[in-house]
């Protein structure tokens, strides 16, 4: 008894430490997905959100399904088509057929026996009689429709030779489909971009914000040291003050500041298609890298192979030349059948029939409408391929823009390091000469200013660089060129 109770003992503990081990680890993994959506993303990873909840991409491939939907409806225009068509109707006034006829008395009272009419005019009736024939003739009514009728009609159509029309309109959505297809890839290089940018500038503000801090303090500190120094007669009152203001101002930059990081995060999270309102954080380690520039020459040819625009204006001629064509005057031979099950016949026909058709369709003379809106399409294509050309031309002056403003860039990127190099160093010997004394004030006031913009001027370098480097890749229809 007292080994079963160890038994069980030790099962319960085992059980009861399987049971924590698991809720650890579950704890574990919930606080390292917190973890993770709480981790500042990578540049990549915007894209790959951006990706995923873009609205206007999402637009560009619901047209994609539209036109792919349009390609086949245009197929199923020329294919067979089947219908059921169902009447039920009263007539309040069915038509008949009265014909006069000499029949002996017994066929007479057959119809109805001893009901003879002045006029000797017998209804249709009973049975009986004598073999007399009819002082009179009588009339024999004929219902030609009943009161009541209902009938299904079975409908079946197809264009059998419709002489290239079918293959045209369906080409010509084929080429609208292709069209879309190309847009989405389009809108994938344009959002690319544009996230780069949002993302650049977020960097850039969260350095301006560093850069109003950093001046915040050495502007409170000077003003500590002015204040000592006024105090043992060493500086006078106006020192002070002009210590304190600079203290105040660069409280003012600082605020601009962060309300420009909060905007900045806001536009950024707009573009990544998620609440504006997330306290979104970005990394970024590693994230600015310099490119060799290469010739402007390669970079035209980028574009003119890349440029998807390109081979959707393309698309565009090849539709408007299937559309002209489908103006064109054409025959076409096509097939019908029908099957109509009616409830009740008449005297005149049977409760069911069919027939079936092969009709053709031969236009001889339309007034000059499709000699005209041939003309138009002509004419469409005309300005398509002006638009073309403005297309190419575009695209070079883009990519050259684009070019000059990386080299300028790159340029910058240059000088603003050696900028901030000197200004760190002169503002190190005013605020070592202003503590002993021989640096004036508004000399270190002026140090500090070329400090703080230097290091803003350092921080716009870099996003202006990216942002170059961002727009010369769109320019030639990638999303990067590293």
Request: aromatic share 6%; charged share 25%; with cysteine.
């Amino acid at each position: 008894m007292k080994s079963q109770k160890n038994k069980f003992i030790k099962m319960f503990l085992l059980t009861g430490m399987i049971i924590v081990n698991a809720c650890h680890a579950q704890g574990v993994d919930l606080e390292k997905e917190i973890s993770l959506a709480d981790a500042p993303i990578t540049l990549d990873r915007a894209i790959s959100i951006a990706m995923t909840n873009s609205r206007s991409l999402k637009a560009t491939v619901v047209e994609l399904e539209k036109s792919r939907n349009q390609v086949s409806e245009a197929r199923a225009q020329f294919g067979t088509q089947i219908g059921i068509e169902a009447t039920y109707q009263r007539v309040n006034d069915p038509s008949s057929l009265s014909s006069p006829v000499y029949m002996p008395m017994d066929i007479q009272d057959y119809f109805n026996p001893g009901a003879i009419s002045a006029t000797g005019t017998a209804v249709i009736g009973g049975y009986g009689g004598l073999y007399v024939a009819s002082p009179e003739p009588t009339l024999i009514e004929y219902s030609l429709n009943k009161d009541w009728q209902h009938g299904v009609d079975l409908k079946i159509s197809k264009p059998l030779i419709v002489f290239g029309k079918r293959e045209d309109a369906v080409n010509s959505l084929k080429r609208q489909r292709e069209q879309a297809l190309l847009g989405v890839e389009v809108e994938k290089v344009l959002l690319t971009e544009k996230v780069k940018e949002s993302f650049f500038n977020l960097l850039l503000m969260k350095e301006v914000v560093k850069t109003q801090k950093q001046s915040l303090a050495q502007a409170e500190a000077h003003y500590k040291v002015a204040e000592s120094r006024h105090d043992v007669g060493m500086a006078p009152k106006f020192s002070v003050i002009r210590a304190k203001v600079e203290v105040e101002s660069a409280r003012e930059s600082l605020a601009g500041a962060e309300k420009g990081l909060e905007l900045s995060r806001m536009a950024l999270n707009n573009t990544l298609g998620l609440p504006v309102e997330n306290k979104t954080e970005i990394c970024d380690s590693g994230i600015y890298q310099t490119l060799s520039l290469k010739e402007i020459e390669y970079y035209h040819k980028l574009g003119s192979e890349n440029r998807l625009e390109l081979e959707q204006i393309k698309l565009t001629k090849d539709q408007v030349l299937l559309a002209g064509r489908l103006q064109e005057m054409k025959p076409s031979i096509a097939f019908a059948g029908i099957y109509n099950l009616s409830s009740r016949g008449s005297g005149f026909g049977s409760e069911n029939s069919w027939r079936a058709v092969i009709a053709g369709d031969i236009p001889l003379f339309d007034a000059g409408i499709s000699r005209t809106r041939k003309a138009q399409s002509k004419r469409t294509y005309d300005k398509v391929s002006l638009s073309e050309t403005d297309l190419k031309e575009g695209i070079a002056l883009q990519i050259s823009q684009a070019y000059l403003s990386l080299g300028e860039a790159e340029l910058r990127l240059e000088t603003s390091a050696a900028m901030l190099e000197a200004a760190e160093e002169a503002y190190r010997m005013a605020d070592i000469g202003f503590k002993e004394g021989v640096t004036a004030a508004i000399d270190l006031i002026d140090a500090e200013h070329a400090l703080t913009q230097a290091r803003l001027n350092r921080a716009k370098s870099k996003f202006d660089y990216e942002t170059a480097k961002a727009k010369l890749a769109a320019a030639c229809g990638l999303t990067g060129l590293e």
